[in-house]
């Protein structure tokens, strides 16, 4: 059973940084590819940012230069630093993970949205 624990959230100032983390467990996540998406209240899923299964790392053009994805331990688990951070990335940020990816095709934030398995998520909040 794949589970999927997020932390490292919390409030901070424009301007400042956090680093997310992902605890994956229940499957062998070096054969997965995986991501981090956002939600705010009364806005859309969005896809931050994303490794495929040869590592190669994508990004939402909103936090391109500013946050930087990376795991570790056969991606059982998952970082997200975020830097010089905004008070539009306030949100609450979830961790997904996509077993099937090789069918995803060019879309992987699509393919995670649709079919990966989600973490419960970790409130990130951005003063300004």
């Known amino acids: 059973q794949v589970q999927l624990e997020e932390s490292g959230g919390g409030s901070v100032q424009a301007g400042g940084s956090l680093r997310l983390t992902c605890a994956a467990s229940?499957?062998?996540?070096?054969?997965?590819?995986m991501g981090w998406f956002r939600q705010a209240p009364g806005k859309e899923r969005e896809g931050v940012a994303a490794?495929?299964?040869?590592?190669?790392?994508r990004y939402a053009e909103s936090v391109k230069g500013r946050f930087t994805i990376s795991s570790a331990n056969g991606k059982n688990t998952l970082y997200l630093q975020m830097n010089s951070l905004k008070p539009e990335d306030t949100a609450m940020y979830h961790c997904?993970?996509?077993?099937?990816?090789?069918?995803?095709?060019?879309?992987?934030?699509?393919?995670?949205?649709?079919?990966?398995?989600w973490g419960q998520g970790t409130q990130v909040s951005v003063s300004s």
């Open positions: 997904t993970a996509g077993i099937n990816c090789v069918y995803y095709g060019d879309d992987i934030f699509g393919g995670l949205r649709d079919f990966g398995y």
């Open positions: 229940g499957y062998s996540f070096s054969s997965a590819c």
């Open positions: 490794i495929d299964l040869d590592g190669n790392t």
